[in-house]
């Protein structure tokens, strides 16, 4: 081993420090953080936005995991409400006059685009959104 001449430390010896300490901030994060942490690799992969950085009335291209499948009508029409979360956010998706999208279901990946709304409360909701079941 080699050593550096400014800084005294031996070559390698970052690289055991920086496992050391990955290791240690896995063994003391919580598992939502982890998942968390995995969705965004995931955003990241895809080329997909994180949905924190969404702004009122972009188009958006995103990609995360169903969290809840719900059937709430609107103006006494069917539709199908679901919560993705990519760890840097949610969205609500909405599809008008649908019950029930076969393969959407609470886990699934999916990768959806759409103009992206938000609301006074800060929630952001996507309608008929186009999707790919991943």
Sequence with gaps: MTTNPQTGARAGADKG???????IRRLASSNAQLEDEERQRMVRKTG???ISSCGDRQVVDLCGDVATVTLN???GKPALEVELRDGSGSVTLVWLGRRKIPGIEPGRTIRVSGRISC???GQRVV???RYELL
């Design 48 to 50: 997909a936005m994180p």
């Design 119 to 121: 609301g006074a409360n």
């Design 73 to 75: 009508p609107h103006g």
């Design 17 to 23: 420090n920086g496992l050391f300490r990955r290791a």
């Design 127 to 129: 309608f008929n959104p």
